[in-house]
């Protein structure tokens, strides 16, 4: 699968692969994880403050490790396999489009900056790119977008409503 892009009006056309748009999803995971570690207030004095008293950074860098790892592992197999593969790392993305949103949301409500705001801002726009210059195209079906939407809420919902929720209080 490619995905066509072209600035200018003089039939040059650039061609990038949709893996490289999902290893851009990689990336920005790993800005999103430097950015709730370093910047105020802190993911993990937050998710402690707010949620979970126990919440440290070694599990915060434990469950990135994880998911990070997921992600990584996601675009290999779709590389390596192709086909309906592409809903796994879709899939994965997907759950970082809807981590973005609570980062939104929480700002909003907040009326502070929830550190990973900024990064989820590039994990919106590699969405614009799969919707505009793939599913668009053709290059990913209709079905296999509604599948990969489908299974990253799922995976947001696991993510997010125990630790908002206070059902992860008494994990140690």
Request: glycine share 6%.
């Amino acid at each position: 699968m490619n995905i066509v892009i072209s600035a200018s009006t003089d039939n040059s056309i650039i061609v990038v692969p949709i893996n490289l748009i999902l290893w851009g999803f990689v990336i920005t995971y790993v800005i999103h994880i430097l950015e709730e570690s370093i910047l105020p207030e802190v993911f993990v004095d937050k998710v402690k403050r707010l949620y979970w008293t126990q919440y440290n950074w070694t599990k915060f860098f434990g469950f990135n490790t994880l998911v990070l790892s997921l992600n990584i592992a996601s675009v290999i197999t779709y590389e390596s396999v192709g086909g309906s593969w592409i809903i796994f790392p879709l899939s994965l993305a997907c759950e970082r489009i809807f981590n973005g949103f609570y980062h939104l949301v929480e700002t909003i409500l907040t009326k502070t900056f929830s550190s990973g705001l900024l990064s989820s801002v590039i994990t919106w726009i590699l969405a614009y790119i799969i919707v505009r210059y793939s599913l668009m195209k053709g290059e990913i079906t209709l079905q296999q977008l509604v599948i990969s939407i489908s299974i990253g809420v799922v995976i947001f919902l696991l993510m997010i409503v125990p630790l908002v929720t206070g059902k992860l209080r008494n994990i140690q």
